[in-house]
């Protein structure tokens, strides 16, 4: 079993930054792919940006160049990095680790960019 704990999530001006942490409370952590998710009001959850096991990246195409993921092993934790925010950021952001048939989600963290 997985507890997943994210944590950053705040209200930041647009062209601001934050850097969200998701915490694994789990063991084997460096066996999980991990993924940032968003969900916006009245919209479906999407991809953010994923790192495999392995460390290779992937980003949804409305955050490349401005989000990084990153993972410490050995802290357990997943990060994302998010630079010139824009208002249409605005969303509860989800962790997720998986592992073959396996999910988990952490309770999310709210992002708000408004001026």
């Known amino acids: 079993q997985v507890q997943l704990v994210e944590s950053g999530g705040a209200l930041v001006q647009p062209g601001g930054f934050l850097k969200l942490s998701c915490a694994s409370s789990g063991s084997s952590f460096s066996i999980y792919d991990m993924g940032w998710y968003r969900q916006a009001p009245g919209k479906q959850r999407e991809l953010v940006a994923g790192?495999?096991?392995?460390?290779?990246?992937n980003y949804a195409d409305f955050v490349k160049g401005r989000f990084t993921i990153s993972r410490d092993n050995a802290k357990k934790t997943v990060y994302l990095q998010m630079n010139s925010l824009k208002p249409e950021d605005t969303a509860v952001y989800y962790c997720?680790?998986?592992?073959?048939?396996?999910?988990?989600w952490g309770q999310g963290t709210q992002v708000t960019v408004s001026a």
């Open positions: 790192i495999t096991r392995s460390g290779s990246t």
């Open positions: 997720n680790a998986g592992f073959k048939a396996l999910s988990f």
